[in-house]
């Protein structure tokens, strides 16, 4: 089981239609009440236990992580964060794996690691995706190291605000995110988006469209794809695509659509075109 990311290597759509079912919901409240301590337990579930701070009778430091991690095959893991999850009895911890970040939970006893997700029953909120997302918005890579040379730009390429797209013509939230692109661009010249094709693994399609795209430096053929048109096996000889794949891979980007901005933050999943422009202003 690879804990580091509930979602690293699926798209966002995938990753929302994650629910914790019944069983798992069974098999968290067993952890609880098979806790070895009957004080656990009661801490666990009463409001006033621990004097309502379950951090007074239970703790989890950085070496009992590395521990985990050590167990699990990711010594290398760099540790990031560790506070209690909305769930009582629940470690949340969150963890870059060279560049690839992620959160997974541990019980009070330490004896359990569970991947998520958690939704909330009430509002149905997936607060495990919530907090993931703000985990990758908080992650900055070295955006020079991205080189701007792709054919495929939407905006002008001198316009002083540029931002790269990590993005794959068989994604349906990269079509989503494109549409919001193009409003962007009609409102505002001095903003310029660098699409870099980075085709995922499961798509099966995905590599030679990407490569088509790239040989035939189209756009239009692009936003063919999206649309789910028919669109030609083109052949050249260009590593573009692989190049990209292995970049993305060195940056930590291993989903789409994923947007990098000129101060390095990272945006991963779709964006309405406002709140597009107010983080490229954040940017400054």
């Known amino acids: 089981m690879n804990f580091v990311s509930i979602c690293y290597k699926i798209n966002q759509k995938d990753c929302e239609r994650l629910v914790m079912s019944r069983f798992t919901i069974l098999f968290l409240t067993l952890i609880l009440l098979n806790s070895p301590n009957q004080s656990d337990r009661l801490h666990a579930f009463s409001p006033t236990g621990c004097e309502g701070d379950c951090a007074k009778c239970h703790s989890l430091n950085n070496q009992d992580v590395k521990v985990i991690l050590q167990s699990m095959k990711k010594p290398q893991a760099e540790i990031l964060n560790i506070e209690l999850s909305p769930i009582k009895g629940l470690w949340e911890i969150s963890v870059d794996d060279k560049g690839k970040r992620g959160l997974f939970y541990v019980d009070f006893s330490k004896k359990y690691l569970i991947p998520g997700p958690i939704i909330e029953i009430k509002s149905g909120s997936n607060i495990t995706l919530e907090h993931f997302k703000k985990l990758q918005e908080s992650k900055k890579v ?3 190291r991205i080189p701007l040379t792709t054919p495929l730009v939407m905006g002008n390429r001198l316009a002083p605000q540029k931002v790269a797209v990590f993005t794959d013509p068989d994604c349906s939230f990269c079509k989503t995110l494109h549409q919001e692109m193009e409003k962007v661009v009609r409102e505002r010249k001095d903003i310029a988006f660098y699409l870099i094709l980075f085709p995922l693994p499961f798509h099966q399609d995905a590599y030679w469209k990407s490569k088509s795209i790239v040989c035939s430096q189209s756009l ?5 794809a999206y649309a789910h048109k028919e669109i030609f096996r083109t052949e050249c000889d260009t590593k573009e695509i692989d190049s990209n794949i292995k970049l993305a891979e060195s940056l930590g980007i291993t989903g789409t659509p994923t947007l990098v901005f000129s101060d390095g933050r990272v945006h991963s ?12 202003q954040g940017s400054r």
């Open 220 to 224: 239009k053929m692009l936003e063919d």
């Open 142 to 144: 070295d955006f020079p």
């Open 269 to 280: 999943g779709t964006l309405p075109a406002n709140q597009i422009i107010a983080l490229i």
